[in-house]
């Protein structure tokens, strides 16, 4: 009698594109950062599974960059202006200061809430003042933010420089705001999540892309922001948060170069998050 010969075995095909590695959600971390698929962001585009901790970014060299965080850093900092009491009504409006500046929409009185709508700079050097450079370095250490340096002007660290921060940094922070792992109150940290929510009634008309509505009942939140470095040239931020019917998710859109014009991060990211699947 032949013995039958054992089946030869088969090897699973190898995949060129990424692999990712995911953790049971109630473990709360993130997993190890993969490539997104056949991306076609022009920059840096992370994108973190709030469930799974799934992390995906299309450029590893790019998205561990540091870079001012300009106007995003104003999520924070809002954060930190409700936690010291430096503003108590989200909604109070604060008087201008009759200094003409270049854009309309900060030529006039605002409250935190117009404040973060407008990206209205002026408003937030006036809390940087109130909140000190003692308790602003202490809440950015907390909040484990970039690399945390808040030292030089203490009305413009954020801007230019010297606080840095990649865009994988910026959705892990994203991440700890929408957990609910942030060190502050349930108020702040709802009165901020709010306030980002990109209304298709009353978003800016820089953001009127990303309010949608969106065909799959997504909610979109997300902050822009724009600085020019000696480095990078032009840089462009969009860093937010989304809810669809796949899930939420956090996400962080960086272009650098010579001449941006727009947010051009706002428009990338909008293509990115349809290429996924999400809007």
Same mark, same amino acid.
Not at 79 to 94: C, F, H, M, N, S
Not at 152 to 160: A, V
Not at 240 to 248: D, M, N
């Given at each position: ?37 056949? #991306? ?6 992370? +994108?973190?599974? @709030?469930?799974? =901790? $799934? %992390? ?5 060299? *790019? ?102 921060? #990649? ?6 922070? +994203?991440?700890? @705001?929408?957990? =609910? $792992? %942030? ?5 702040? *940290? ?90």
């Amino acid at each position: 009698m032949t013995r039958a010969q054992p089946a030869p075995l088969r090897r699973a095909p190898l995949f060129a594109l990424f692999v990712t590695l995911t953790l049971s959600p109630t473990t709360r971390a993130e997993t190890q950062p993969a490539a997104t698929p056949a #991306s076609k962001h022009p920059g840096c585009f992370v +994108l973190l599974d @709030l469930k799974t =901790g $799934e %992390l995906k970014r299309n450029d590893p060299e *790019r998205c561990a960059k540091r870079l001012p965080p300009a106007s995003t850093f104003k999520i924070p900092h809002a954060l930190i202006a409700l936690e010291t009491g430096v503003v108590t009504d989200p909604a109070a409006k604060r008087k201008w200061d009759g200094k003409k500046r270049s854009v309309a929409d900060w030529n006039r009185d605002h409250s935190l809430e117009s404040a973060i709508s407008a990206s209205a700079v002026w408003f937030f050097q006036g809390t940087a003042k109130q909140i000190g450079r003692e308790r602003m370095k202490d809440w950015v250490h907390r909040f484990g933010y970039g690399n945390e340096d808040t030292s030089g002007e203490l009305t413009g660290f954020w801007l230019g420089g010297p606080l840095r921060i #990649s865009p994988e940094e910026q959705v892990r922070f +994203l991440a700890r @705001l929408y957990r =609910g $792992e %942030l060190p502050v109150s349930e108020r702040s *940290r709802e009165t901020v999540k709010r306030i980002l929510v990109q209304s298709p009634d009353t978003a800016p008309e820089r953001m009127k892309r990303l309010a949608g509505p969106w065909p799959s009942g997504a909610v979109v939140s997300g902050k822009t922001g724009s600085t020019n470095t000696k480095e990078d040239g032009d840089v462009s931020w969009l860093v937010g948060h989304v809810r669809s019917l796949r899930g939420e998710y956090v996400f962080a859109s960086l272009m650098t170069g010579e001449h941006l014009e727009g947010p051009v991060a706002l428009h990338a990211a909008v293509d990115e998050l349809q290429a996924q699947g999400l809007l």
